[in-house]
């Protein structure tokens, strides 16, 4: 058995020879392509691999195609909207990820997000402090619910909104419960986006709900780019020059927000969510304990294509 790690932005090496130490007592070679530029690499690097481990990397039936041994699937995190479930399906690919394992990282990425946007990106003038102000967190994933935990321990005001109508997690964890969207994002001074990109997802965050945010609110981005609709968040923030928009995710016409959103626009140069070392271990290695575990005894858990 071979399996391709396939990540363009690098895991960890100690990640790496984690997975490698997993792979190898089991007989199965492990080849790796990091940092790749061109889908010609990745073409060629999957042409005699039975499994692929992925993270953010595009993966479509030409892929799929340049691997016709091909049984698997991982993607090493949370969110697969990277990767053609239909195109897998047909082609009777096992898809899989690796729910939770990078969400702590997210969530510190967050606060560390908020508390530089908060001191104004550390300029020397009198910033705001998180404690005691109000975090409403759009759905209540793995993700969300690792900041709820971080953010309640420095004081701040917890309630979420889950869009799928299953708010009885967010009731467990004593949190307020918003009954609309609407009221999410009116009621928070920080709003915290935990969708993944779907059909219904994509572009729905615009400007009927940015427009309604609270005086001096954040809106913080560490799930998809493409959950917001762009022209409705320009057009929000132009109107309302005391909002701000702080992501991991940069917006498809990035060189224009800067010009027209200026310092209010806070982005990392590279999605940095699950960038460490901890969450590359946990994800790499889950990854690969499921590879073996779906080759050598069929199991399917954490399958995401039917
Ligand atoms: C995820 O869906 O797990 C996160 O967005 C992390 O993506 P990455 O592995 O590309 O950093």
Redesign the pocket.
Known sequence: MKVLVA?E?PFAPVAVKGIKDILDPVGYEMALLEKYTEKAQLLEAVADVDALII???KIDGEVMDAAPNLKIIV??????D?VDLAAATARHIVVM??PG??ANA?AELVIGLLIYACRNKFNGTSGTELMGKKLGLLAFGAVAQNLARIAHGMGMDISSYSPLNRPQKIIDAGFHVHESLHDLFAFNNIVSLHL?STPETRRSIGYDLISVMRKDAILVN???QDVIDEEGLIKAMTERPDLRYVTDLKLADHDRAVELLGDRYIFTPK?????TKE?NIN?GLAAAQQIVEFIEDGVKKFQVNK
């Open positions: 990540t932005k993270r953010s990397d993607r090493a995190g949370a969110g697969y990277n990820n690796t394992q990078n997210v993944p560490s799930a998809r999605k940095m969510g699950a960038q969450a994800a």
